[in-house]
């Protein structure tokens, strides 16, 4: 075996061993975790330096860390496709999928244990018997997909690449302040938004030019589909190769519909990945990613295709519409709103043609929180 080499990695403290640290006041100095730090690995130092301390030094010299420096050649590279907890992760290789359990080291060096490993992650993995395996690394996400809850974030997903923004012309009505709604959020989320417009039959396509124009000026792929009859799905299939991809937009759009003109079943499959009859119930609640036959995954989580992904800030809106972004320097005041005040450049981009006065007006209708979208939040029951 080759030499261990010892590895001193900085980690975050977690939260519920953070008082533990040394403060100001000696005084107040209790240690009331203790017993949480005998679980630790062996060779961990505490640093006790004020803020610092809110780091620990782990040295990965044990069987743990094995893969990490040294046998990395008998790891296998996968996907995650789900994650229920630790002790069972689905990890797509070659085709195959893999039980997983995860290296102990692999949570203890995560911020949050459970989004040590997520669907979409990928890992680095040794495999054991029939097609079981342990997860020895997870790679750097290059996107993550958050929930709050109890005001912690957890990570549901990971590189994601990319959106598919369904609306439809009529039934429901097409709504453009939604559809930028959508991309301040994939905007935010630093991944490639691609609007769908759906249900084509239901209208005349010219009537929609303008639109497609204001959007392909800005960079954004815009798609005219109608999946009763197939038309734009082929289209719509060669964006999604290779990529990893999120269905979003308002109930009754056709997302589903969508997803099964592109491959029969796509969006039915979620329940089964896992495969386990008796954890039915837990699955169906578990984010799963479904292969694509030509290659690429499709993430199918209950309740996201509603979901605005990300969470965009009224400070940060005016980053999100990235036609407003040369204009934002030209105002008067720099925590301009570009609501109402003189000498705003986006205001006056927007007068002078530069800025599509439909954008703006999705602009003020998000900035000053007109909550007629607010349905967008809800979560549809599968
Ligand atoms: P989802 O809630 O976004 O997943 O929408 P569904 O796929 O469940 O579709 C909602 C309804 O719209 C269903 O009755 C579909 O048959 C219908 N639908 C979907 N796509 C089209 C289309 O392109 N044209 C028409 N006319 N109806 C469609
Ligand atoms: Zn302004």
Do not use: L, Y
């Given at each position: 075996m080759a030499n261990k080499k010892k590895n001193k990695?900085?980690?975050a403290f977690k939260k519920n061993r953070q008082k533990t640290v040394r403060i100001q006041d000696l005084?107040?100095?209790v240690i009331e975790n203790a017993e949480g730090v005998a679980d630790f690995q062996s060779g961990e130092r505490l640093s006790g330096k004020g803020d610092v301390s809110r780091y620990r030094t782990i040295i990965t010299d044990d069987d743990a860390g094995r893969s990490i420096e040294g046998e990395a050649d008998n790891c296998s590279g996968g996907k995650v496709l789900s994650a229920i907890g630790s002790n069972n992760v689905s990890v797509y290789c070659d085709g195959v999928i893999y039980r997983?359990?995860?290296r102990r080291v692999v949570r203890t060096l995560s911020r949050s244990a459970r989004s040590a490993v997520v669907a979409g992650d990928h890992v680095l993995f040794t495999k054991a018997?029939?097609?079981s395996g342990v997860i020895e690394r997870v790679e750097?996400?290059?996107s993550t997909l958050s929930r709050n809850s109890r005001g912690e974030a957890h990570i549901i997903v990971s590189n994601v690449d990319q959106a598919v923004i369904v609306a439809s012309v009529a039934e429901p009505d097409l709504k453009l302040g939604l559809i930028d709604r959508f991309l301040c959020?994939?905007?935010?989320?630093g991944i490639r938004g691609i609007i769908c417009i759906n249900k084509m039959d239901l209208c005349n396509p010219k009537q929609l030019q303008p639109i497609?124009?204001?959007y392909a000026r800005l960079g954004y792929t815009t798609l005219l589909t109608d999946a009763t009859t197939g038309q734009g799905i082929d289209e719509l299939r060669t964006l999604l190769v290779n990529k990893?991809?999120?269905?979003?937009g308002q109930s009754g759009v056709g997302k589903s519909s969508l997803m099964n003109a592109i491959q029969p079943g796509l969006a039915l499959k979620t329940s089964h990945v896992s495969g386990d009859s008796h954890k039915g119930r837990h699955t169906t609640r578990t984010t799963t990613l479904v292969e694509m036959i030509g290659g690429g995954w499709i993430v199918d989580t209950p309740g996201i295709r509603q979901l605005q992904l990300w969470d965009v800030a009224k400070e940060e809106l005016e980053c999100m519409f990235i036609e407003f972004r040369p204009f934002v320097t030209r105002c008067r005041y720099p925590n301009c709103s570009h609501t109402h005040e003189a000498n705003c450049g986006v205001r006056l981009a927007t007068e002078t043609g530069s800025i599509s006065p439909l954008r703006y007006q999705s602009y003020l209708r998000i900035f000053t929180g007109d909550d007629s979208w607010s349905w967008a939040l809800q979560s549809k029951s599968h």
């Open positions: 990695t900085r980690v005084t107040k100095q997983c359990t995860v018997n029939n097609h750097p996400r290059t959020s994939t905007e935010k989320g497609i124009g204001q990893e991809t999120v269905f979003t």
